[in-house]
C-alpha cells in the first residue's frame, strides 16, 4: 500500500494500480512526495519503483541547443575595431555597450589622448575576453 502528499496532506492507505492510474491522470506528478512500508523517509516519486515505464520527461528549455542568429554580430570586427579604435570606445558601440562607449571616448578626449593609453589597454582586454553583445546575444 501507498502513500503520497497532495497540497500539504498526506493521502492513502491506496494501492499500487491506483497510484499508477493517479500519475496517468497527472493527479500526481513524479515529483510528489511517496512513502510505503520498507522506505525510511517520504521520497520523490521518481525515485521509487513506481517510476519503472514512465515516459522520460522531456529536457528542459534552458538545454535546447542554440540556433544561429542572423542579428549575431561579427566578432572579427569587433576585434579589429577594438585593436584600431578601441581607445575611442567604438568597439562597444558596434557591440551595443553604450555606457563603455561613452565612458572610453570622454576618457581619451577629456584627457586631450593621454588617458587613450589605457583605454586601448581596457579595448584589448574587451577584445579578448568579451564573447557575446549587449542583449547577450554571442558573437558570430
Known sequence: ?????????????VDETTMRS?????????????????????????QTQLAAGLPVPPPSLNQA???YNANAK????????AVFLG????????AGY???????LLICLLTCGIGGIATWIWAIIEAVTVEQDANGVRFK
Open 87 to 94: 581607445n575611442l570606445g567604438i568597439h562597444n558601440f558596434y
Open 22 to 46: 493517479l500519475i496517468a491522470n497527472r493527479a500526481i506528478s513524479i515529483d510528489t512526495l511517496v512513502w510505503t512500508n520498507g522506505m525510511a523517509n517520504w521520497t520523490p516519486l521518481q
Open 74 to 81: 561579427d566578432r572579427v570586427a569587433y576585434v579589429l575595431l
Open 65 to 67: 541547443p542554440q540556433s
Open 98 to 104: 553604450t555606457s563603455r562607449a561613452v565612458t572610453q
Open 1 to 13: 500500500m501507498w502513500y503520497y502528499e497532495q497540497n500539504g496532506n498526506r493521502v492513502g492507505p
